[in-house]
């Protein structure tokens, strides 16, 4: 198993450009979340989804589209960068919401110019 | 408005002493306390988690110790090491173990 795998890495983005981020599990996981870090705030919840074709908002959602056509994949995608999008971004996953807790991964450092 | 206040911001401990980090909520709806520790570079990994029906859980050398009418929850690190250096951080959720709302986190340093 890989785990919770997030790509890329790094990236860096102008302002207005566009751009989607990778989340991808194996652990057939229902349950797939969305967080940013930021100095001083700890992580704050983007968007989350509790299965294949449900989506829902978290406490920062401004900004962030997600979809979830399948199980094991739960994009997050940028329609015009900001420069208050630098942050970095955590995916996270678990079986369900209720009965275990959550698995992140390591993260996408995205700066926005 | 920061749900979950956690301090200090940083903390320096030397080896073999205890870390102390505290973290207090305003929500009396969370019913899920967690943990995380996170190293440079890498994801946040559980570390420890407690439920309000109990006032202290101990794994090893991490013991949370929790004050439901003080709506505050602390985390103890017994003879810490440098390995432990690390950000903590405390978070809270109501109605299962997601959705968590965070701490600003702990940057802790334990020194040789």
């Known amino acids: 198993n890989a785990g919770v795998t997030q790509t890329p890495k790094f990236q860096v983005l102008k302002t207005g450009q566009s751009m989607t981020l990778q989340c991808a599990q194996d652990m057939n996981h229902e349950y797939m979340s969305w967080y940013r870090q930021d100095p001083g705030m700890g992580l704050r919840l983007i968007h989350y989804s509790v299965g294949a074709g449900i989506t829902d908002q978290g406490e920062v959602p401004n900004g962030y589209n997600v979809s979830r056509s399948t199980t094991e994949d739960f994009p997050l995608r940028l329609l015009s960068a900001a420069p208050s999008q630098t942050s970095v971004y955590f995916c996270a996953s678990s079986y369900d919401s209720s009965t275990q807790p959550q698995h992140f991964g390591d993260g996408t450092r995205l700066s926005i110019l | 408005q920061q749900q979950v206040k956690q301090s200090p911001q940083s903390l320096i401990v030397q080896k073999g002493g205890i870390s102390i980090i505290n973290c207090a909520y305003e929500n009396t709806a969370f019913d899920y306390f967690p943990w995380y520790q996170q190293f440079p570079g890498k994801g946040p990994a559980l570390l420890i988690a407690i439920r309000p029906d109990v006032s202290e859980k101990k794994e090893g050398r991490f013991t949370i110790s929790f004050n439901k009418s003080a709506k505050q929850f602390s985390l103890h690190i017994m003879d810490s090491q440098p390995g432990d250096s690390a950000t903590y951080f405390c978070?809270?959720?109501?109605?299962?173990?997601?959705?968590?709302?965070f701490g600003a986190g702990t940057r802790l340093a334990v020194h040789p």
């Open positions: 978070a809270a959720s109501s109605g299962g173990y997601n959705k968590l709302i």
